[in-house]
């Protein structure tokens, strides 16, 4: 039989190593997130110089000013939807980084959530007669702890959905307002 000071001292380099453990995971997927960032950064820089590059060789090879802002004019419209894709692909980035994020976090907490109550339910095996009424308490309180973290995460996730709603809403609008105007000038 293993002493109490035992099994809390197993428990706390276990919850130590598992935190550690956390930590990496999470840093982990946060520097995919970044490296993904980066490469749609560095694709989109790069198309926008080539782009930019042909699109200024046309204006200037342009003729007369009615050539040259009807090709201004028709470069409008590929901007704006290289830029709603853009934001889109972005949106992604984020969504899909946090969704992992969220993930990891999730399934270590519940693990050490598991094994808690396993070293508590352990050591009540062991308790001396009378501390069922603290056991029951502490139990509760991490009943307690788990159900305001469990409705912290639900908050934090329907936050998150507003948040990409809205960004995908707004990015619409501008995708349809520039659409509108382009045509607008052509006429």
Do not use: C
């Amino acid at each position: 039989m293993t002493t109490y000071t035992e099994q809390f001292s197993a428990a706390a380099k276990a919850n130590f190593e598992a935190q550690i453990a956390l930590f990496s995971q999470l840093a982990s997927k946060t520097f995919e997130g970044v490296e993904k960032l980066v490469d749609l950064n560095l694709k989109a820089a790069k198309s926008s110089l080539e782009e930019g590059q042909a699109t200024a060789q046309k204006l200037f090879a342009a003729k007369d000013p009615q050539e040259f802002f009807s090709l201004s004019t028709a470069q409008a419209q590929p901007t704006v939807e290289k830029s709603v894709a853009y934001s889109r692909h972005l949106s992604s980035i984020f969504s899909s980084t946090q969704a992992e994020l969220t993930k990891t976090a999730e399934a270590q907490i519940a693990e050490a959530n598991r094994k808690v109550i396993s070293l508590i339910d352990e050591a009540s095996k062991n308790a001396p007669a009378g501390s069922e009424q603290a056991i029951s308490l502490l139990k509760s309180t991490i009943g307690n702890l788990n159900a305001g973290y469990e409705q912290f995460s639900k908050s934090a996730k329907q936050a998150a959905e507003v948040i990409e709603a809205n960004v995908t809403n707004a990015v619409d609008q501008l995708s349809q307002a520039t659409t509108k105007a382009t045509k607008a000038t052509k006429k």
